[in-house]
């Protein structure tokens, strides 16, 4: 498995899904999706929600913890 998050961003800088090629790719983007946006907010469910109402987006109900990925857990 190779996936990342930049299989999911297109070189015109939009979302595709053009390189994931099985879901072991589509796990590891994810995950990495994942940890950016924790590490931009500090996990902080108030700041994720905050950009996700004026996005548009669902919010979360809990901070967002380390996934244990990388660090065995």
């Known amino acids: 498995m190779a996936g990342s998050f930049s299989m999911i961003v297109g070189e015109n800088g939009k979302f595709t899904m053009e390189s994931i090629e099985n879901m072991g790719d589509a796990f590891e983007?994810?995950?990495e999706c994942f940890e950016i946006i924790r590490a931009?907010?500090?996990?902080?469910k108030d700041k994720i929600n905050e950009r996700?109402?004026?996005?548009g987006f669902s919010g979360v109900d809990n901070d967002m913890k380390p996934s244990g990925w990388d660090t065995g857990e």
């Not at 931009?40 to 902080?44: A, D």
């Not at 996700?52 to 996005?55: D, E, H, P, R, Y």
Request: net charge positive.
């Open 40 to 44: 931009l907010t500090g996990g902080k």
């Open 52 to 55: 996700c109402k004026k996005a």
């Open 29 to 31: 983007a994810l995950h």
